[in-house]
């Protein structure tokens, strides 16, 4: 029986992932936070990549269930379905996240996805800007991009609600008081 949470934040850039987790992160005792990018490789050879990496994190996430350890991702590989539906990558990374989403959903672990979002799509505009903080090109996006990702997310995460009842699926809106969010937070997570 599951003794500690498995929390993956995902969301489009500029929604507040970081600002949420790091916030998660020190609120939640004995979290361990991971934060990924997935593989910048987007030919077919970066698929290899990408399927080997998530398994072997599957793998590590797996020898942790019952050690009253929490884990805390800011992406993982629902990430990279994401980029690929977009057409970010030159293939289809669908059959190996069906996979991978099935071995997920049976961790032993209390699962919660989290999808941040902007309800005013507009505020993407103000968010993506990026002064002070180090932007390499491959990560640069638009509002539009930013959109078109964060509607993919909640389209997958309504998928994800449909197929796994054993894995909480939540919805957070982060255009408003932060605070809200957090509130929202500890009651979804009972912290």
């Excluded at 255009?175 to 009972?190: F, M, N, P, S, V």
């Amino acid at each position: 029986m599951a003794n500690s949470k498995l929390i993956v934040v995902e969301g489009a850039q500029g929604a507040g992932k970081t600002t949420i987790t790091d916030y998660l992160r020190h609120s939640i005792k004995y979290t361990n936070l991971y934060r990924l990018s997935g593989t910048a490789d987007s030919t077919k050879a970066g698929l290899a990549k990408a399927k080997e990496m998530y398994e072997d994190l599957l793998d590590y996430t797996k020898k942790l269930e019952n050690k009253s350890i929490n884990m805390l991702f800011d992406r993982t590989f629902f990430s990279e379905e994401n980029y690929c539906r977009l057409g970010k990558k030159e293939y289809s990374f669908t059959e190996v996240y069906n996979d991978l989403l099935e071995e997920f959903s049976k961790l032993d672990f209390d699962i919660y996805y989290i999808t941040i979002y902007l309800s005013d799509e507009s505020l993407f505009e103000k968010r993506l800007i990026r002064d002070g903080k180090a932007v390499i090109d491959y990560a640069k996006f638009t509002a539009e991009n930013s959109i078109k990702q964060q509607r993919e997310y909640l389209k997958m995460a309504d998928e994800i609600k449909q197929k796994y009842k054993e894995i909480n699926v939540v919805n957070i809106a982060n255009d408003g008081d932060l605070e809200e969010a957090k509130t929202k937070l500890k009651q979804i997570l009972k912290f």
